[in-house]
């Protein structure tokens, strides 16, 4: 871990940070992995996901407030609206994830920001989107997840509608948001264009995501179905049970790789069978495919069936638990996980930075910080700021 920002690519970019939880965290954390200086502006109660906590550790809070600095100011007061005020000139970019009007609510409204600093980008992250009949409406990811659609066609068949067990719609719209901010500023700094807001709800990336289902039933009438671990789109495509009750992943998205699978598990001569022969063939009679895949599976422990499949350039591979994802050697050469330096804890195993960059790649630099460990940023002076 280095406090340099030599190199980092959005060295410069000073990121104001109001939101909370998840979504925001996750786009703020891609922009701090590259250079940017966040600096989160917390209430005196700090960041939400400061409560999120495993055995009495705020492991969430130090993952994915690392590279960051932290502000305490409560924007119900006069006082600490004109200190956020104060910085506003001196930032590129302000990220806030209060309920839909509350900003207005505070007297920061983006006409009052862009007033400070005209060529701000200024992220406002909700559920649903500030414009639109559930703009009011509680925004958190889970009723994103139900109401895009995912829940519905998660899972399986005999089952309930699955929720995801993690912040996948708030996380999809982190990344999304990070990609967001990064467009508008090139407009400001390349182009010489003013500052904008950007409107990131939870909602439209999470749909973005899905797939064509929307085009699918305007042209087809159907619906996405639970399908458990198969696809509507190719097969065979499936988790299979191996003999000592571990877990492989098995899939044939293209022609030559379903053949391969055939000949793999010893029946090529279904490669020849007309309800196997074609993709559309698979998926129709997906459950005699299944039961042909699973017998062989099931014959052997998984280390053997690994070693079967690789050997045959099949596209094979492990369900693997987080201790064994830790242990992985591919994990471990490409430095996938780092351990990170904490006062109080000694280390923190997260993920490292990603994506890649060959020339300027991110760094972690600095752990999470404290509430108010950079107040030192603030304004000295309490006179009122006017723009």
């Given at each position: 871990?280095?406090a340099s920002?030599e190199?980092?690519?959005l ?11 998840m979504a ?5 954390l891609q922009?701090?992995?590259f250079g940017?200086?966040?600096i989160k502006v ?8 400061r ?6 550790k705020?492991?969430w809070?130090?993952v994915?407030a690392?590279n960051?600095k932290?502000?305490?100011l409560?924007l ?5 609206r004109?200190k956020?005020?104060?910085?506003v000139?001196t ?5 806030e994830?209060?309920?839909?009007g509350?900003l ?11 007033a400070?600093?005209?060529?701000l980008?200024?992220v406002?992250?909700s ?18 997840e139900a109401?895009?659609g995912?829940?519905e066609k998660?899972?399986?068949?005999d089952k309930?509608?699955a929720l995801?067990?993690?912040?996948l719609a708030?996380m999809?719209?982190?990344l999304?948001?990070a ?7 090139r407009?400001v700094?390349?182009r010489?264009g003013k500052g ?8 439209e990336p999470?749909?973005?995501v899905?797939g064509?289902d ?5 042209h ?5 179905q639970r399908?458990?671990?198969?696809v509507?789109s190719?097969?065979?495509r499936?988790?299979y049970?191996?003999?000592?009750g571990k ?9 030559r790789?379903?053949?391969k699978i055939?000949?793999a598990?010893?029946a090529p001569e279904?490669a020849?069978d ?13 459950d005699a ?11 052997r422990p ?5 070693a079967?499949f690789?050997?045959r350039q099949v596209?094979?591979?492990p369900?693997?638990?987080v ?8 994990v471990?050469?490409?430095?996938t996980?780092?351990?990170?330096k904490d006062a109080?804890?000694g280390?923190?195993?997260?993920h490292?930075?990603f994506?890649r960059?060959s ?10 910080p404290?509430i108010g460990e950079?107040q ?12």
């Amino acid at each position: 871990m280095s406090a340099s920002n030599e190199r980092l690519p959005l060295a410069g970019v000073r990121v104001l940070d109001l939101s909370r939880l998840m979504a925001g965290n996750m786009l703020t954390l891609q922009l701090a992995d590259f250079g940017a200086e966040v600096i989160k502006v917390e209430s005196p109660r700090g960041d939400t996901l400061r409560d999120w906590k495993n055995d009495g550790k705020s492991l969430w809070w130090k993952v994915y407030a690392r590279n960051k600095k932290s502000v305490c100011l409560d924007l119900k007061q006069p006082s600490d609206r004109e200190k956020l005020l104060a910085l506003v000139p001196t930032a590129q970019v302000l990220v806030e994830s209060f309920k839909t009007g509350a900003l207005e609510g505070f007297g920061l409204g983006a006409d009052v920001l862009h007033a400070a600093n005209p060529a701000l980008v200024i992220v406002r992250i909700s559920g649903w989107g500030q414009t639109g009949p559930y703009a009011q409406r509680p925004g958190f990811g889970t009723l994103v997840e139900a109401f895009s659609g995912f829940a519905e066609k998660n899972g399986f068949a005999d089952k309930p509608p699955a929720l995801p067990n993690l912040g996948l719609a708030d996380m999809i719209a982190g990344l999304t948001g990070a990609f967001a901010t990064l467009t508008a500023l090139r407009e400001v700094e390349v182009r010489g264009g003013k500052g904008q807001v950007v409107d990131l709800s939870l909602l439209e990336p999470m749909i973005g995501v899905l797939g064509p289902d929307a085009a699918i039933f305007q042209h087809t009438g159907h619906r996405p179905q639970r399908m458990g671990n198969r696809v509507e789109s190719a097969a065979p495509r499936n988790a299979y049970l191996c003999s000592d009750g571990k877990w492989l992943v098995l899939s044939g998205s293209t022609q030559r790789m379903a053949e391969k699978i055939l000949d793999a598990v010893g029946a090529p001569e279904l490669a020849r069978d007309a309800r196997f022969a074609t993709n559309a063939a698979r998926l129709e009679n997906v459950d005699a495919l299944d039961r042909v895949i699973g017998d062989f599976v099931r014959s052997r422990p998984l280390a053997e069936n690994l070693a079967h499949f690789a050997a045959r350039q099949v596209t094979a591979g492990p369900i693997l638990t987080v201790d064994e994802l830790i242990g992985d050697p591919h994990v471990k050469a490409r430095e996938t996980l780092v351990d990170v330096k904490d006062a109080q804890l000694g280390s923190i195993l997260m993920h490292n930075v990603f994506p890649r960059l060959s020339g300027t790649p991110g760094r972690i630099r600095t752990p999470s910080p404290t509430i108010g460990e950079h107040q030192n940023l603030l304004p000295k002076s309490e006179k009122p700021y006017t723009p």
